[in-house]
């Protein structure tokens, strides 16, 4: 099943300490955003914290194609020793209809106390073991994700702008008579994101990665209101001229609506896909949707 949905992330923490014969800090509490629900035209997801604003669980829902109530198909469990993520539990809902354990995660800090690296392991349905790998993170001295590394040889890198967004780095890659290129454009407006809070957008970022969340919205600080991704093919002739070109270009537009607390209330979302060889438009379409989100306004 395809979500089309677009977030912005940025992870966010707040440490402090004092020695035991300190007296408290009367600091007052601050408000924020706290994302509960999301609708989109194919379901729901839900998120619960604890009462540390921790995220606690990621519950995707479906509509049934019959009735249209949604119903829950896989979900993810997170779980804190001393206030620190230690593992997550990812469960997805088998052909037999029964939840079985996907994926557990084993999370390991780094001496900031940030994601070192995640010991992932992969499960079938009777519960015997598909593989292990692992996950390494890198970050930047802002905590901002610049790499993710999968079994140490395949390697994501990111940069971000001076607004701490996610930025699209173009390059071009050629081999013998081929030559594949990326563009891109992403584009973003001033407001937070209720994933910025309290490291919700990381820790989403670590176990679904890229779906059915994108990885430009999930690390940027805040909303994507234009992103395009544009895939180029090329190859040359023996004289080393051009003789065919493909590209293939991925946009989606945002409109966001927000309420009187700052929250986000509404997305309007206008994706389209276009195909052109040789410099002709061969495939496309447009499609639109409405992204509704539930938050509440709480106090750290």
Not at 103 to 123: C, E, S
Not at 131 to 138: G, L, N, Q, S, W
Not at 162 to 175: F, H, Q
Request: charged share 25%.
């Amino acid at each position: 099943m395809k979500t089309k949905i677009l977030f912005v992330i940025a992870a966010a923490g707040l440490f402090a300490s004092c020695k035991k014969s300190d007296k408290p800090a009367d600091v007052p509490k601050q408000d924020f955003i706290q994302l509960q629900i999301i609708e989109h035209e194919n379901g729901y997801l839900r998120f619960e914290f604890n009462n540390s604003h921790q995220l606690t669980k990621v519950k995707q829902l479906a509509r049934d194609e019959n009735d249209g109530e949604p119903a829950l198909y896989q979900y993810t469990d997170f779980n804190y020793v001393n206030g620190q993520i230690a593992t997550a539990d990812y469960f997805q809902l088998s052909e037999s209809g029964r939840f079985f354990k996907r994926t557990v995660l084993k999370y390991h800090p780094d001496p900031q106390k940030r994601i070192g690296y995640i010991a992932r392991t992969w499960f079938y349905e009777n519960g015997s073991t598909e593989r292990k790998d692992t996950v390494e993170f890198t970050f930047n001295v802002n905590d901002k994700v610049v790499g993710v590394e999968f079994n140490a040889e395949n390697y994501h890198g990111y940069s971000y702008d001076e607004r701490g967004n996610l930025k699209a780095t173009d390059s071009e890659e050629r081999t013998g008579n081929d030559l594949y290129s990326y563009k891109g454009d992403f584009r973003y407006d001033n407001n937070i994101n209720p994933f910025a809070v309290n490291g919700l957008g990381l820790y989403i970022f670590s176990v679904y990665y890229n779906e059915p969340f994108l990885a430009n919205a999930l690390l940027s600080t805040n909303n994507p209101v234009y992103v395009k991704n544009v895939f180029g093919h090329t190859i040359f002739g023996e004289d080393n001229q051009p003789t065919y070109n493909s590209e293939e270009s991925f946009l989606s537009e945002m409109d966001y609506v927000f309420d009187t607390q700052g929250g986000l209330r509404e997305s309007a979302v206008r994706n389209s896909f276009e195909v052109k060889e040789n410099g002709q438009k061969v495939d496309g379409y447009v499609e639109h949707t409405l992204i509704r989100y539930t938050c509440l306004k709480k106090k750290s």
